[in-house]
């Protein structure tokens, strides 16, 4: 069941398991029960931290040569701390076949198609840092071309149309990272690529990603066209000016999870990234970071205007209406920067704003204490030579 679907069940809770028990039928095949402690609720009307409640997963037994899935999987056992998404109603759930157990965390998914950036190089790292903090497990996937059969086949960060394992995304990938430019998704990857785009989960933008969708691909398919402006916020006006570089502007207020513990000189923080100048960005986009161009002598180029280089938004999801009970989701939280050159990651103070990004947006903020901030400071991040 794609995670999209997942995140529209009225009950989304992580759980403990305190018992287990199966029974026969009522259907041809078991029917499990889990009786659970309430952890936290992410989505949930009437449940509350500490309660106990029943989740009912069912097994089927399928004729010798039928086709079709036995049920559930994934199913936990006693003691499992685990995520549930299930309906029903709060004294006995149902879970969603057949992976509606899910471990517990965030999964963050990274996307690798932008060659400029050199995403190949920097996203791996940036998963492994990402991991290594505890922010969620990662998987990473890179732009690939076709093997001829509809799937992709060796990585290469020039292609647009595939990415390696990208199966995976229909059921993880809480937050989906975006380090691409100019997709053109072919065969099968529409399906994914738009389950995680446009399936309300949360998602980071690295540099060019607002042009996420070639022209070719805003000419053929009418949601990708608007993808960049109306999710990500923007689109982009005018290309970095060659040999040019961005100081990014210490800000006047740093309260907000992303920029916690930054260190900003206080001339500025000067990043290799180019300055990328983007349309106006909508009223419910808080921008946190402005920047300018500066040559390699540290002068203003050009016409000295700042631009936005760093912003959130939180998106409303629409709320369901289940015999006649109403359910609210979470906002989707999205958070978009126009820095992240490979290069930049040689910054430790951007390399932790980069993994705060990532953890603000998956509702993990807590997880980035001041030990992980010196193990991302400490990490080392060496571009290969072209």
């Known amino acids: 069941m794609p995670l999209s679907v997942l995140k529209r069940a009225p009950y989304q809770l992580e759980v403990t398991v305190l018992s287990v028990e199966t029974k026969e039928g009522p259907h041809s095949g078991e029917s499990i029960w889990f009786r659970v402690r309430v952890d936290r609720v992410i989505v949930?009307?009437?449940?509350?931290?500490?309660?106990?409640?029943?989740?009912?997963?069912?097994?089927?037994?399928?004729?010798?040569?039928?086709?079709?899935s036995t049920g559930d999987r994934g199913l936990p056992r006693k003691g499992d701390r685990m995520r549930v998404y299930a309906d029903g109603n709060a004294k006995v759930l149902s879970s969603v076949p057949p992976n509606g157990w899910?471990?517990?965390?965030?999964?963050?998914?990274?996307?690798?198609?932008?060659?400029?950036?050199?995403?190949e190089e920097s996203m791996p790292f940036l998963a492994g840092v990402v991991k290594e903090c505890g922010v969620g497990s990662t998987s990473v996937h890179f732009a690939a071309a076709g093997n001829g059969t509809g799937s992709a086949g060796a990585a290469n960060p020039r292609e647009k149309g595939y990415f390696t394992d990208i199966g995976r995304m229909h059921s993880s990938g809480d937050t989906v990272v975006l380090a691409v430019r100019g997709l053109e998704p072919d065969r099968n990857t529409p399906h994914s690529v738009?389950?995680?785009?446009?399936?309300?989960?949360?998602?980071?933008?690295?540099?060019?990603?607002?042009?996420?969708?070639?022209?070719?691909?805003?000419?053929?398919?009418?949601p990708q066209s608007r993808f960049g402006t109306e999710t990500l916020g923007t689109r982009i006006t005018t290309e970095p000016v060659a040999g040019t570089m961005t100081r990014v502007v210490p800000p006047e207020d740093a309260t907000h999870p992303v920029l916690a513990g930054l260190q900003f000189p206080k001339g500025g923080l000067v990043l290799p990234s180019g300055l990328i100048?983007?349309?106006?960005?909508?009223?419910?986009?808080?921008?946190?970071?402005?920047?300018?161009?500066?040559?390699?002598?540290?002068?203003?180029?050009?016409?000295?205007?700042?631009?936005?280089?760093?912003?959130?938004?939180?998106?409303?999801?629409?709320?369901l209406v289940v015999r006649d009970v109403e359910t609210k989701f979470p906002a989707q939280r999205i958070a978009v920067t126009t820095l992240g050159d490979a290069a930049d990651f040689s910054n430790p103070e951007f390399r932790?704003?980069?993994?705060?990004?990532i953890a603000w947006a998956g509702d993990e903020t807590t997880s980035v204490d001041d030990a992980d901030r010196a193990k991302v400071r400490g990490a080392k991040f060496e571009l290969s030579p072209k």
């Open 102 to 119: 899910q471990p517990v965390g965030n999964s963050v998914a990274f996307l690798a198609a932008d060659e400029d950036a050199r995403a």
């Open 277 to 319: 100048e983007v349309a106006p960005l909508p009223t419910d986009c808080r921008v946190l970071l402005w920047g300018e161009a500066v040559d390699a002598g540290g002068k203003v180029v050009g016409k000295g205007a700042k631009q936005p280089v760093l912003w959130v938004r939180e998106l409303e999801r629409k709320s």
């Open 352 to 357: 932790l704003l980069a993994v705060q990004l």
């Open 44 to 68: 949930g009307n009437g449940l509350k931290v500490g309660d106990e409640t029943a989740v009912v997963s069912q097994r089927y037994k399928l004729p010798r040569g039928a086709v079709g």
């Open 194 to 222: 738009n389950d995680a785009l446009f399936g309300g989960r949360d998602l980071v933008a690295f540099r060019a990603s607002v042009d996420t969708f070639s022209a070719v691909a805003r000419g053929q398919r009418e």
